[in-house]
């Protein structure tokens, strides 16, 4: 799958582990959200996912990928201790440059 370099350098940390490498993909006012939070700027990027995979162990897995008007819509199969493990959820990306400028993840 040819996904854009920041995306996929998003999820090769995920892969990872690697919450540094992770919030350096998100742009200086970058904003994720999930589970009906927001988490805006890459420090609060990096402690929402580091929640995350200490509350989940949840690693993402590439399998499609479309692109819209307003960024990139990828499906992942998401792998972890959470209960109806492991699901396929929806990451919405919108870039700025060479950056993540907005994420939300929906199931």
């Known amino acids: 799958m040819n996904l854009p370099e920041p995306i996929q350098s998003y999820f090769e940390a995920d892969a990872r582990g690697d919450s540094a490498a992770l919030a350096q993909t ?6 994720v959200h999930d589970e009906g939070q927001t988490h805006q700027g890459p420090e609060a990027i990096r402690a ?9 162990a949840a690693t993402a897995t590439p399998l499609e990928q479309s ?17 109806g493990s492991p699901a396929v959820l929806t990451f919405t990306f919108a870039l700025a440059g060479d950056r993540i400028s907005r994420l939300e993840i929906r199931g």
């Not at 929402?48 to 989940?56: F, H, S, T, V």
């Not at 692109?67 to 209960?83: I, L, Q």
């Open 26 to 31: 998100f742009a200086a006012d970058a904003i």
């Open 48 to 56: 929402w996912w580091q929640k995350a995979k200490a509350d989940y």
């Open 67 to 83: 692109v819209t008007e307003g960024g990139s819509v990828v499906r992942a199969e998401v792998t972890g201790t959470f209960p």
